[in-house]
């Protein structure tokens, strides 16, 4: 199994920066999964923001998001990061991350291990 811990959430101004990371610890190391970061908003479905391969190689976007957060992963250290810039109010949500062995996307339906989530607030 795999476990999953976010941290690196809490309150920014717009405009600002947060990193998120996202600590695996189990029997499997990180290395032969796909990440996701996913988010949801108070009243609003969930949402794929970012994910990356197993490889490293790829990643993929979410628009709302796109130029602005970089999702980035080190396996060594098993562990993968959310890097969130020129952050909006409209980025204001839970933020989980998930883990797959099935193929890569923004499906959330692909992730099979999930962190509990952590608050990322973006006001002035």
Known sequence: QLQLVESGGGVVQPGGSLRLSCVASGRFGLSSFAIGWF???????????????????????ADSVKGRFTISRDDAKNTAFLHMNNLKPEDTAVYSCAATDRG?????????????????????
């Open 39 to 61: 988010r949801q908003a108070p009243g609003k479905e969930r949402e794929g923001v970012a994910c990356i391969n197993s490889m490293g190689r790829s990643a993929f976007y």
């Open 104 to 124: 890569d996307g923004l499906d959330s339906s692909l992730y099979k291990y999930w962190g509990q989530g952590i608050q990322v607030t973006v006001s002035s």
